[in-house]
């Protein structure tokens, strides 16, 4: 990332509830535009300074600008974060590349995977707009929480320590912190796979089965998903920080946590499309543990809470066959071992 000499221009793409949060921390510091599809959307942030659907009626900062246009949004942007769903996000990169500017950094906001193709957001970034610094942010993040003004904290990864610490700046304010990382492998796979366990943990909820259950599938959850997400090469540490196990326990523990409500529905006996019909934005944790299964046996490691998940959302398995499954597996040396 090379020096800016004035306040860089941020371009948010994408308006939903994660993407505003970000955009509202981000106008505090910097010029800011979000682009959205709707010219609904736009017209409420630039004439009201609100985001009704996602954010409801608390303010966001006058500053922050919006548009429907993806070339007025990218035109002179020297960052650009995007905070759209995996399911689209390679094509609306694709309609914004011809108007980034060479050697803009790229940060995702995004916890999932592609289907299909099994990429991580960065990775398709990579593919899509090389020469373009690609990280991303994450952390134990509930954006209402976040437009509200409480206190939190996030881990920005990029490839480079420099570019790092540089950009982590354009996010901080005096009620969140921004740690610097260089392990984007690892902090993009902690978001997407603590959407994978937040079901698991949600399915527990919803079964009735009490605080020491859900205690124990929380705790190994953060096991497996530590073992899975290094072997697929990130840092072991980043598994115990804010992107892995932070995002966890708040993904896992918050009623505004949306994969948790999806575990929720399946634990009180839904279909899985009645489900998602009861979430009003997207679950990305039903997308991704397709990808995260498949993820787990081409690298060798037995990831039994995903196998459970998987069959439960995309098998027609019932909350009650998952927890049989995961029961019936033997416990063996609890740190050094393995499995459930």
Known sequence: MTSINRQPV??????????????????????????????????????????????G???????????SCVEEALAAADVVVAGIPSKVFRDVLGD??????????????????????????????????????????????????????????????????????QLAALFRTSRYRVYSSTDVVGVELCGALKNVYAIAAGMADGAGAGYNTKAMVITRSLREMASLGSALGGELATFSGLA???DLIVT???????NRRLGEALGRGMTIEDALATLTQVAEGAGAVGVVKRLAERVGVDAPLVREVDAV???????ADAYRGLLREIPGHETRGSGW
């Open 313 to 319: 959302v995309n098998h027609g398995a019932t909350v």
């Open 10 to 55: 941020v371009a948010v793409l994408g308006a939903g509830s994660w993407a505003t949060a970000v955009a509202s921390i981000v106008a505090r510091n910097s010029p800011t535009v979000m682009w959205a599809r709707s010219a609904e959307v736009t017209a409420e942030i630039n004439e009201r300074s609100r985001n009704g659907r996602y954010t």
């Open 96 to 165: 914004a590349a011809a108007f980034v500017r060479p050697g803009v950094p790229i940060i995702s906001l995004v916890k999932g995977l592609e289907r299909g193709t099994d990429r991580r957001m960065t990775q398709i970034v990579s593919e899509m707009l090389p020469g373009h610094p690609a990280g991303v942010l994450a952390g134990p993040n509930i954006a209402q929480e976040i437009v509200e003004g409480y206190a939190a904290a996030a881990t920005l990864a990029m490839p480079e320590p420099d570019c790092a610490d």
């Open 252 to 258: 896992c523990t918050s009623p505004r946590s949306r």
């Open 244 to 246: 892995g196990n932070g």
């Open 57 to 67: 009626e608390w303010p966001l900062p006058p500053a922050l600008r919006a548009t």
